[in-house]
C-alpha cells in the first residue's frame, strides 16, 4: 500500500493509520426506521430513540464525501423475513418489548424485510450503485453476501459507522477482525441508546493497540479525503459542474 497515490494518513486512536482509498468501503449498519424513529423496535425495548439521532448528520458528511470521490458504499439493515423463518426464537422470545419481531407496528411489521420501519431513514438513503445488505443477525458478515462483496472488490479497509455502537457496529469489527479487514470506527458516526456503552464501546475497539480496529471521527475522514490530490480533483470537478 505504501507509494499508493491514494494513500493519505488519517488521525486516529490509538494511532495514525494509513488508508488507501481505493480499497476502502465506508460501511453504514443499521440507519433504520426501526432503530432510529419512534413507534419503532427499538421504542418498543423501552429506549429513547432521540439518543441515535446524533449520529446521522456526521454520517452524512462523510456518505456525501464518498459519493463524490466514487468511494465503495455499503448500507446494513437487520431485519426478517415475512415467515420468521429465519429469526431464532430465542432473539425473538428475547426480553420484554411492547412489540415483538413481527408484530404489526406504526411502521409495519417490526424488523421485517419490506416493511417502511425495515427500511433506511431518508437522510441517508442508499444511492443506485450502492450495496445494500439484509442481515439477520448482528454482525454484517453473518449469512449475508457482504464478504464475497468486498472481496470481490478487493477491499481491505472498512470506515464502519451506524447503530448502535456496543451492539451492531461491534458484532460487525469484531467478525471483520477476525477476517482480516481494518477497520476505522468513526466515533460520532456512532450512537447508542446507552451513552456509557457508546464510549465503552469505542474503548473496547481501540484498547490494546487497537485490537479491533481504530477510532476516528467524520472530521478527520473529511480531512484526509480532502487531502488526497485524486480527492481534491474529483471534488474541484464536481464543483465546477
Not at 419490506?114 to 454484517?140: N, T, W
Not at 479497509?157 to 455502537?165: D, I, K, P, Y
Not at 477497520?183 to 456503552?197: K, M, N, Q, T, W
Request: aromatic residues 6%; charged residues 20%; hydrophobic residues 40%.
Amino acid at each position: 500500500m505504501a507509494g499508493s497515490m491514494h494513500t493519505m494518513f488519517v488521525a486516529a486512536e490509538p494511532g495514525p493509520i494509513e488508508v488507501d482509498w481505493g480499497s476502502t468501503a465506508l460501511l453504514i449498519i443499521d440507519m433504520q426506521r426501526d432503530f432510529m424513529e419512534p413507534g419503532g423496535f427499538g421504542e418498543t425495548l423501552g429506549n429513547d430513540v432521540s439518543q441515535l439521532a446524533r449520529a446521522v448528520a456526521p454520517i452524512a458528511a462523510v456518505l456525501k464525501a464518498a459519493r463524490e470521490t466514487g468511494m465503495l458504499v455499503v448500507h446494513t439493515r437487520e431485519g426478517h423475513l415475512p415467515d420468521l423463518s429465519d429469526a431464532p426464537p430465542a432473539k425473538v422470545e428475547r426480553g420484554a418489548p411492547s412489540l415483538r419481531i413481527g408484530d404489526p407496528g406504526p411502521m409495519g411489521r417490526i424488523l421485517i424485510r419490506g416493511e417502511a420501519g425495515h427500511d433506511i431513514i431518508p437522510a441517508l438513503y442508499p444511492v443506485e450503485g450502492e450495496i445494500v445488505i439484509d442481515k439477520p443477525g448482528k454482525g454484517a458478515f453473518y449469512a449475508t453476501s457482504l464478504g464475497a462483496d468486498l472481496k470481490a472488490r478487493e477491499i481491505d479497509t472498512l470506515l464502519v459507522c451506524g447503530v448502535t455502537t456496543e451492539v451492531c457496529v461491534n458484532t460487525t469489527v469484531r467478525e471483520a477482525n477476525d477476517r482480516g479487514y481494518r477497520c476505522i470506527v468513526l466515533a460520532d458516526g456512532c450512537a447508542s441508546y446507552f451513552p456509557e456503552f457508546h464510549e465503552m464501546g469505542l474503548k473496547m475497539i481501540k484498547a490494546q493497540g487497537g485490537i479491533f480496529g481504530w477510532v476516528s471521527d467524520s472530521a478527520a475522514i473529511l480531512q484526509a479525503l480532502q487531502n488526497t490530490p485524486e480527492t481534491s480533483n474529483k471534488l474541484a470537478a464536481g464543483a465546477s459542474r
